[in-house]
């Protein structure tokens, strides 16, 4: 299965039961957006082995979406590691984030996988 198909079908459940609030029986539909209830200190680990490169210039962060704060730029062809995804903020239609570090750094932070060479880490966190 390819792994935006694999992604797609392990995120949907997650995203449809976070989305579900459940008061005395009753279920209710999710918030437009489930989006905004996501901390800029989301949990993250190490559990994939792979990489990508940065498909351009961008920004990497301490959350899963453009409100959280900025680490730092990273230029086009970065060498990224990946460590595991998550849902976030969408991107040009693309919800999934990367949680990386920058090859020959320490430094780490959220990729969002639209501007990641191959769509980003294959382990969910």
């Not at 299965?1 to 949907?12: E, G, I, P, V």
């Not at 008061?23 to 489930?34: F, I, K, N």
């Not at 920004?59 to 990273?74: E, F, I, K, L, N």
């Not at 320490?106 to 880490?121: E, I, M, N, P, R």
Request: net charge positive; with cysteine; hydrophobic share 30%.
């Amino acid at each position: 299965m390819k792994k935006s198909l694999r992604r797609a079908a392990l995120t949907l459940p997650g995203i449809v039961a976070a989305g579900l609030l459940s008061v005395g029986g009753v279920a209710s539909a999710a918030p437009a957006d489930p989006v905004q209830t996501l901390s800029c200190n989301h949990g993250h680990t190490n559990k994939d082995s792979g990489e990508g490169r940065t498909k351009t210039r961008m920004r990497y962060r301490t959350g899963p979406h453009t409100s959280c704060s900025a680490y730092a730029w990273v230029d086009k062809g970065t060498l990224i590691y990946y460590h595991c995804w998550t849902v976030g903020e969408s991107i040009e239609g693309k919800r999934t984030w990367t949680w990386g570090r920058i090859a020959g750094t320490q430094k780490q932070g959220w990729f969002s996988d639209y501007y990641l060479s191959d769509g980003g880490a294959t382990k969910q966190c």
